[in-house]
């Protein structure tokens, strides 16, 4: 088929073996661009050993056009090959131009590529999509070589088309495209070349990807096969990513994945092409399909995620970070998963800059967005063979059909560590339990006793029944639950002049909330540095609390300035609800004047709460109580109803 119809061409067709000339004429194209079907001779050996094709090659040539030459065409017995070619205009440079395919091959490869946390940055799709069409580099990823972009359906007919016999039983080459499927899809899924700064999406050198021929045949009734399976592919039970199906061809190369010419020795036994991945994969694998055809999109948000910020995007990054910390405990977790852009997660996006040599600011732009990806992928082996899982269910307290046990290190573990921490306030003869996804003695402990005081099994494991019960517990008293943003516990030495960490900053979280308050501390810049701006504000606040002013941050120093910033966030957060109130009850009495929600209670805010009680024949009072609280509920709960 020629993608511009072209009458009149000259094709001569030789067999390379003897140079045999087979075929010669003129042909015409029809509007479609098709040729007429030309007969050729082929092998029809059935051994596995033999090769069952004969090889040709094609010369069209046609004036006002460059001569194009084919060769290493492979013919197979029964098989209709589509070669689409495309004359370029007559030049004295390129007045020949000679394409040799590869022979029929299969890879050699093992799909496992080793992940440097040291070396390129990742990223992850929110979701798989099946794209319109895929850029191609001939070549390994770090030479020079072609870019190709073609439609992704095209794609995958040439990947089946050179990786494996057309003459192969229908379910064998069923399970391979499936496999290709899944591959190509595992990497756009993670961005794997995009993110490392290539302008590709995948490669056609077999000892990274898999085999892509520029201008080869395609076999009929291998296209008919991508055709039918087209948007299905590889998945994990319970994960979300396409399955990394390493494979290889089972004789030249050895692989712990599928084996190409055991395909083909499973279908001859009668396994469906599902079965024969599951004999290779194991029975946790399924066929799934995606109905999103679209063009591929990064993942970077596309502006920075900062303090202050909210939606899915934050979610997903503090549920990246939480993974990472079961590698890297020095980032701490951050809990509730909610997607909003708090101190807590502020904290771990510093802690994870400051481990990765990236510029420590707490802002996620393009380049710790890329990073965080990339480690997530790393840690979670998403782009392996043995992945751990992207678990994209997993904040929603749904059990992951898997065990967990003592020994166990996974997100799993590290999320009912934080649900029988928060237990722990409301059941005191629960142990206490840290947060860093180990299942250790401490939590094997603490299981213990939660199945003791609920009534289950007490035997240390958590399976479906015990994941369920903590996490109704941890329901039913979530709403209760003091804030999340609490503060390190003091480090154990006293922090001045000089010092520099995660305790650092979080003294420097609390002295810019204090700040918002008293005018006598400054806000200091919060870069983790114990600075002379830090000491002066600690200073400062030592002599307005009574504290020794040697801008050493001590043990009282610690407790009184965490303990006075926690009052103030609860303070800030009931203010801003009243504020809320206010406002709304003035859309509805003009009497009432309406006020920003800052959060901080100012002259604007008490005057609205005056005009609200004098309104309401309430006695005047400086500030908030007991009954005009209530009045205000009342009155703004049946306004909103």
Known sequence: MLETPICDAYIRITRTADHLLVYEDFFITDHYGKSIKIPLYTETAQEKEASPYLLYQVEISKKGHAKLIIQNIAIFANVTAILSMLLPPYRKDEAILSISLKEPHFSSKSHEVAIDPKGGIDAMLQEVIIPTSITVHLGRPNRDGEN???????????????????????????????????????????????????????????????AF?????????????????????????????????????GKIAQCPGMKQWGTQDLATRGYDALSILQYYYGDTIRIVSSDTIQDIRPSYPGTPLQLGSVGKDVAM????????????????????????????????????????????????????????????????????????????????????????????RSVETQLMQYYLSSIRLFYPEIPEVSIDGRFGAGTYNAILAFQKRFGLTADGLVGQATWDRIYQVYTSISNQLPPTNAPLPYPGIPLQLGTSGDAVEAVQNAINKLAKQYTDIPSVNVDGIFGAATRNAIRNF????????????????????????????????????????????????????????????????????????????????????????????????????
């Open 148 to 210: 190709l972009t073609v439609p992704f359906l095209y794609y995958l007919k040439n990947v089946a088309s050179s990786e494996i016999y057309p003459t192969w039983p229908r379910e064998a080459i069923k399970a391979n495209v499936w496999a290709q499927m899944s591959l190509a899809l595992n990497r756009v899924f993670t961005e794997w070349y995009r993110s490392q700064g290539y302008n590709f999406d995948i490669t056609n050198s077999t000892a990274y990807d898999q």
């Open 213 to 249: 021929v520029k201008n080869r045949v395609i076999y009929d009734n291998v296209a008919e096969i991508v055709e039918e399976v087209f948007q299905e592919y590889i998945q994990k039970k319970n994960f979300t990513e396409p399955f990394y199906a390493e494979y290889c061809d």
């Open 317 to 408: 990054l503090q549920a990246f970070l939480n993974a990472i910390a079961i590698n890297y405990p020095a980032i701490r977790p951050i809990f509730p998963v909610n997607g909003e852009f708090e101190t807590a997660t502020q904290s771990a996006v510093r802690t994870f800059q400051r481990q990765f040599n990236l510029t420590v600011d707490g802002i996620v732009g393009r380049t710790t967005w890329y990073r965080i990806s990339f480690i997530f992928v790393a840690v979670r082996k998403l782009a392996e063979l043995g992945s751990l899982g992207y678990l994209s269910t997993l904040y929603s307290g749904v059990w992951q059909q898997r065990v967990l046990r003592q020994g166990d």
């Open 542 to 641: 030592q002599s307005l609390f009574d504290l020794t002013a040697d801008g050493i941050v001590g043990v009282k120093t610690w407790e009184l300035l965490f303990s006075i910033a926690a009052q103030l966030q609860a303070n800030t957060a009931d203010t801003a609800i009243l504020q809320h109130q206010l406002n709304m009850i003035a859309k509805y009495y003009p009497s009432v004047d309406s006020v920003p929600v800052s959060g901080v209670f100012d002259e604007a805010t008490q005057a609205s709460l005056t005009d609200f009680q004098t309104l309401m024949g309430l006695p005047l009072k400086e500030g908030t109580d007991a009954l005009t609280i209530d009045v205000l509920d009342s009155c703004f709960h049946e306004l909103s109803s």
